[in-house]
């Protein structure tokens, strides 16, 4: 598994939503078919899901200094926390902080 917690990673906002999942996976140790995403922004209450695959990051408003919430789906439907994600936001979710970037740097 890789590190958990908050990770700052720079991608190319013309990146697949699948893609940036796979990237998730790796650094979060959950499969990536689990691996949620969801969009945090600052004055919103509610982080939008960021559900279709094959949209580039930016179609959802994904830009450079975004938040993205990373959760295991099963956890997050079973109501079971992972208890290694747990970190200062609770209920198994992680944060990953994406920079935009013309060079993938993954």
Do not use: W
């Not at 990673?9 to 790796?26: E, F, I, K, N, Q």
């Not at 975004?66 to 295991?72: A, H, I, N």
Request: a negative charge; proline letters at 5%; hydrophobic letters at 40%.
């Amino acid at each position: 598994a890789g590190s958990r917690g908050s990770v700052k990673r720079s991608v190319p906002l013309t990146m697949r939503v699948a893609d940036l999942r796979t990237v998730a996976s790796r650094l979060f140790g959950i499969p990536a078919v689990r691996v949620r995403l969801s969009l945090m922004q600052e004055g919103v209450p509610v982080a939008e899901c960021l559900s279709e695959d094959s949209r580039e990051l930016s179609f959802f408003g994904v830009g450079d200094g975004s938040r993205l919430r990373v959760e295991d789906a099963e956890e997050v439907n079973e109501g079971k926390p992972e208890e290694g994600l747990g970190g200062p936001l609770g209920g198994g979710a992680a944060v990953m902080a994406v920079h935009g970037d013309d060079e993938e740097e993954i």
